[in-house]
């Protein structure tokens, strides 16, 4: 049973420490998503991915944080320097080709939730 | 367990008519409920995000209602446009920050 995985599950820092979260999306899945969810704000896309390639970080804090995918398997999320009001559960969510079927069909990842002291 | 459904599945309207979407939750211990817009191949885009005190939401033509106690939120668009065709999802999140999505209703306007 195929699923998106996401590391840390937990992570709790201190502000102006560096974190950085991972995510492996399905495998043969081209699109990879982060989003941030608050009780506040609910979910909010931050940035997207399309081959690897970033298509949009509109929804991302250009100044501290940046996103990658150094490989098909692998996504990254980094917060340098991080901040309190940065606490957040972090999803990744990957989606097939849209070639492929699935309607543009979302699988989510569990989630990091990280508090920033 | 919180269960999401959204009716109609599908929906196809003639440009400018005004629509309803909805979205009906299984348990009212909500913290908040948002609507989404889903393109195909890009991110969920917030439309409204209605907190659990709140009755209404509104944002250009579009209006989000909620009624907890039955469990039920709506999503009106007025004078709809053939750029509003998209998936419109609606999902709860409960007090321990889980959230549940619905499986969301394709709209087509149609120019």
């Known amino acids: 049973d195929a699923r998106v995985t996401q590391t840390p599950r937990h992570k709790v820092t201190e502000m102006g420490q560096e974190v950085t979260m991972r995510c492996q999306p399905i495998l043969g899945h081209n699109t990879v998503f982060w989003y941030r969810q608050t009780m506040m704000q609910g979910l909010e896309l931050l940035a997207y991915f399309r081959n690897r390639a970033p298509l949009d970080d509109s929804g991302m804090p250009k100044d501290r944080f940046s996103a990658e995918m150094p490989d098909a398997t692998l996504a990254t999320l980094k917060i340098q320097p991080s901040e309190p009001r940065d606490s957040a559960v972090y999803f990744c969510a990957s989606g097939p080709h849209l070639l492929a079927g699935g309607g543009g069909t979302q699988y989510f990842g569990p989630g990091t939730r990280l508090t920033v002291l | 367990k919180q269960e999401v459904t959204q009716i109609p599945a599908a929906l196809s309207v003639p440009e400018g008519e005004n629509l309803v979407l909805n979205c009906s939750f299984t348990?009212?211990?909500?913290?908040?409920l948002q609507w989404f817009r889903q393109d195909p191949g890009k991110g969920l885009t917030s439309l409204l995000l209605?907190?659990?005190?709140?009755r209404e939401q509104t944002s250009g033509r579009l209006n989000a209602s909620l009624d907890k106690s039955s469990g039920r939120s709506t999503l009106y668009i007025a004078a709809s446009q053939p750029g509003d065709s998209a998936t419109y999802l609606c999902a709860v999140i409960t007090g321990a920050n889980n959230l549940f999505f619905g499986t969301g209703t394709r709209l087509t306007v149609i120019p």
């Open positions: 348990d009212s211990a909500i913290y908040n």
């Open positions: 209605i907190q659990s005190s709140q």
